[in-house]
């Protein structure tokens, strides 16, 4: 059975295959850049479209075990090598007067010297859409389905907010193990304007981890959430949130106990055009975060309650026509598929990028997050970093030359250990590529 939904599941996402390849999942802008040649339509107002992209490279790392997610002994010396990779990706988006429809997908597959075999990696999808039900009312809903993603990597924090057809990041250079595993997520929300300048939103979400070879270590995971804030337009740029969150999952120790957070947050986000295409954004939260675990363990007392700090802020600085500052920070519980137990982490990322030339863009980003477990007060702290670099030269519209710097760096020595992989991992990797985009349907 698990065989069978795992080849469904392959082609699926290959003939799905998000918009940008998982090499720029920590460099890259959103949005193709004024001037920029590669990737830009002009005039493009198609109700509908279809991008199809194709990346093959070629690459290096000076642990190349981690770059296919294999377990090895930490105190093993790491050995460098080179392998290949091919990450196909589509991207379908329609709007209407009144609604819009995303679906996009990427898969990753590499081939190994070392193991004169080809590895499917990781897979993910993303499919939803957003309707307006009256004049003030908007409906959104989004699901993804991801094959083995790299988990860890979600403890770096992201900026905006989810969109139709967002995909749960795959981001296959972070991989630390060869456990299989399926995603499964939701996440749905109504907003409804209640006057002129404010509104209210209810939302849920509702995330599913199943492992294939489950054992008592390493269970399938279950977390569920609710969402309301109230949101006021306090003036042309700037606007007041207030908002309480519910978050429940039951990573650790199974169906028998259940850890639940209750978190209450007050922010401002500012929004100033700087011109009729660039913007710069600026938003924040902060509050308070009661975490709870309830249920049976014999191998533990957990305390009746738990009170921490809670908050989240990002910018977005587009400046000089092609460029781009971006950054996000995030304080909050997560359940972390892969780390034994719920943790509370403080998580900052930060990027930049831009155009040196119409043909030449370079972008750099980094992250850093750190973390204890949410339900012992005596466990260690855990830490993880990455830098990237990046540098594309655009041959035609659709074509560009892509080379990439990546380090990567987790440490959970003495603290929390993964369920599986080793316990420290510190990766370095140069990877070359072509990458060719396809606008293959306008309408």
């Known amino acids: 059975m698990f065989i069978a939904n795992s080849l469904l599941f392959a082609s699926g996402a290959f003939l799905l295959a998000a918009c940008v390849p998982a090499m720029a999942q920590t460099t890259g802008s959103a949005r193709p850049f004024h001037g920029a040649l590669f990737g830009v339509r002009h005039a493009d107002t198609s109700a509908q479209r279809l991008d199809v992209s194709i990346t093959a490279l070629e690459a290096y790392d000076d642990n190349v075990f981690a770059s296919f997610g294999g377990t090895v002994d930490p105190n093993q010396q790491q050995v460098g090598g080179f392998y290949s990779m091919l990450q196909p990706s589509a991207d379908f988006g329609w709007k209407g007067r009144r609604a819009q429809i995303g679906i996009s997908g990427a898969s990753a597959f590499g081939y190994y010297p070392q193991l004169k075999s080809v590895r499917s990696i990781s897979h993910t999808a993303g499919a939803g859409f957003a309707a307006q039900l009256a004049r003030r009312s908007t409906l959104m809903f989004n699901q993804t389905a991801a094959y083995s993603p790299s988990y860890l990597y979600g403890l770096f924090p992201t900026g905006g907010e989810v969109v139709p057809g967002d995909p749960l990041p795959a981001a296959p250079n972070y991989s630390v193990n060869d456990v299989e595993s399926y995603s499964y997520g939701s996440v749905v929300s109504l907003s409804q304007g209640i006057s002129r300048r404010s509104s209210v939103s209810v939302g849920g979400n509702y995330r599913f981890t199943d492992f294939v070879h489950e054992t008592a270590a390493q269970r399938d995971i279950v977390s569920k959430g609710l969402d309301s804030e109230l949101a006021h337009q306090r003036t042309k740029n700037v606007s007041l949130r207030l908002s309480y969150h519910y978050l429940a999952g039951n990573l650790g120790y199974g169906p028998s106990v259940t850890t639940h957070e209750q978190r209450l947050e007050g922010g401002v986000s500012y929004s100033r055009p700087l011109s009729a295409t660039r913007r710069a954004t600026f938003g924040f939260n902060l509050g308070s975060s009661a975490v709870s675990t309830v249920g049976d363990s014999r191998e533990l007392q957990f305390p009746a309650r738990v009170y921490r700090a809670s908050g989240d802020a990002s910018f977005d600085y587009q400046f ?20 034994s137990q719920p943790v509370f982490t403080n998580g900052v990322s930060v990027g930049l990028d831009g155009l040196v030339h119409r043909r030449v863009q370079v972008g750099i980003a980094g992250g850093y997050s750190e973390g204890r477990s949410a339900i012992l007060s005596n466990a260690s702290q855990f830490n993880t970093s990455n830098v ?54 306008r309408g």
């Open 320 to 339: 000089a026509l092609s460029w781009q500052a971006s950054g996000a920070y995030r304080r909050r519980l997560e359940f972390v598929p892969g780390v």
């Open 388 to 441: 990237s670099a990046r540098l594309q030269y655009a041959l035609t519209s659709s074509t560009a030359i892509d080379v990439d710097y990546l380090y990567y760096f987790y440490d959970f020595l003495g603290g929390l250990p993964l369920v599986s992989g080793p316990p420290r991992v510190q990766r370095n990797g140069v990877r070359i590529g072509l990458r060719l985009l396809i606008p293959a349907l």
